[in-house]
Antibody, heavy 119, light 107 residues
Framework: EVQLVQSGAEVKKPGESLRISCKGS????????INWVRQMPGKGLEWVGK????????NYSPSFQGHVTISADKSISTAYLQWSSLKASDTGMYYC????????????WGQGTTVTVSS | DIQMTQSPSSLSASVGDRVTFACRAS??????LHWYQQKPGKAPKLLIY???SLQSGVPSRFSGSGSGTDFTLTISSLQPEDFATYYC?????????FGQGTKLEIK
């Protein structure tokens, strides 16, 4: 079964750092892009950015560029989303999702990781 | 950035109804348009990719059409499990923007 399994919920304070993960299984990890999508409480979906696991090429939304870092360790089929200094406005649900090519949409999603940033 | 605009923002309908959702891109995106369904507390699910291709396992009552800037998602006969929020997304270029969503509610 093809699946993406994300790390558990996090509660952090403003200014703290954080890294959440997304582990792929059931397929060749390096054949697909991993995207990250944010959903703030009660709001819609926002594309954060993506990484191509075969060469670690990254692309970020301008709204998130410079505030988050996407990386991957293909040896363990895992992608990461990290922050060096969290803000309260980073609170939300973060999903990872794969696509093999842009024309096929994001066909497999992780279960989501809730990030809560509060003092 | 390409802006994706969905209409309506919400829609009330009954089981058995035929419903159509619209999605408009601020510039041409060819057929790089996908539709997702999201239920409360769940991850989104891909329904339609490349504007009109049905994702494996998705019931045939879902269909998509359009190209360029204007796209539609149609549910031919609503079932109780279809009440959810629907999003369109373009992957023609980055950032891969989503529409704001259409919430489908039971009348």
């Amino acid at each position: 079964e093809v699946q993406l399994v994300q790390s558990g919920a996090e509660v952090k304070k403003p200014g703290e750092s954080l890294r959440i993960s997304c582990k792929g299984s059931g397929y060749t990890f390096t054949n697909s892009w991993i995207n990250w999508v944010r959903q703030m409480p009660g709001k819609g979906l926002e594309w954060v950015g993506k990484i191509g696991p075969s060469d670690s090429y990254t692309n970020y939304s301008p709204s998130f560029q410079g505030h988050v870092t996407i990386s991957a360790d293909k040896s363990i089929s895992t992608a990461y989303l990290q922050w060096s200094s969290l803000k309260a406005s980073d609170t939300g649900m973060y999903y990872c999702a794969r696509h093999t090519t842009a024309s096929l949409g994001m066909d497999v999603w992780g279960q989501g990781t809730t990030v809560t940033v509060s003092s | 950035d390409i802006q994706m605009t969905q209409s309506p923002s919400s829609l009330s309908a009954s089981v058995g109804d035929r419903v159509t959702f619209a999605c408009r891109a601020s510039q041409t995106i060819s057929s790089y348009l996908h539709w997702y369904q999201q239920k409360p507390g769940k991850a989104p699910k891909l329904l339609i990719y490349a504007a009109s291709s049905l994702q494996s396992g998705v019931p045939s009552r879902f269909s998509g059409s359009g190209s360029g800037t204007d796209f539609t998602l149609t549910i031919s006969s609503l079932q109780p499990e279809d009440f959810a929020t629907y999003y369109c997304q373009q992957t023609y270029t980055t950032p891969h923007t989503f529409g704001q969503g259409t919430k489908l509610e039971i009348k």
